[in-house]
């Protein structure tokens, strides 16, 4: 092997695009512990100014954001640097946006939310093949609260708009989220 294949295997720089900012923090100290030299971006513009300096070998990308789509960002980062390895991260999955971003250069999709171990393992897997499974997945009563929580964070913690846009009835909302986290 010579010295610039050397270099390319040795880089571990991480660029983690999510406009949610305990989320990102959260995922950036984790990356940094498994020895990845993590970055975060909060929107497509400080992306980009990112990327005009550096393109990191590796990716974590949020599809939906504040100022637009991440699917732009895959775009550039496959285009100036094929061997990157992205994947993209959304509360919103469906199966044309996974299409769109493995078209554009993404090498997976994962739905939020998603853990620095199911993260490392979508990057460090072949592109020809698949991560293997969670170890540790989270249960599906889990998923749901998770779920729950963040659309209930996202309408300003307000419990009536919170059950229209889950379409279930208030009483059982408030009912779900005095509970205790599920494990």
């Known amino acids: 092997m010579n010295t610039a294949e050397n270099i390319l295997n040795l880089d571990k720089s991480l660029m983690i695009l999510d406009d949610d900012e ?4 959260r995922l950036i100290t984790a990356m940094k512990r498994k020895g990845y030299d993590a970055y975060g971006a909060a929107s497509i513009l400080e992306a980009k100014s990112f990327l005009s300096e550096k393109f990191p070998k590796y990716a974590v990308i ?4 504040d100022d637009g789509n991440g699917l732009e960002i895959v775009s550039l980062l496959s285009k100036k640097r094929p061997d990157s390895k992205i994947v993209m991260l959304t509360g919103y ?7 769109a ?5 993404a090498c ?9 171990d199911d993260i490392e393992s979508a990057l460090k897997a072949p592109y020809s093949s698949s991560p293997e499974p969670p170890k ?3 249960s599906a009563d889990r998923v749901k609260w998770e779920h729950i929580l963040r659309v209930y964070e996202l309408c300003n913690r307000n419990v ?17 989220l005095q509970k205790k986290s599920p494990k």
């Open 22 to 25: 305990v989320f990102r923090n």
């Open 62 to 65: 949020d599809l939906r954001l």
């Open 93 to 99: 999955g469906n199966i044309p946006t996974a299409v």
């Open 101 to 105: 971003a493995v078209k554009e250069g």
């Open 108 to 116: 997976d999709y994962l739905a939020k939310p998603a853990d620095a």
């Open 136 to 138: 540790n997945p989270m």
């Open 160 to 176: 009536s708009e919170t059950a229209r846009r889950l379409k279930m009835h208030r009483r059982t909302l408030q009912r779900i």
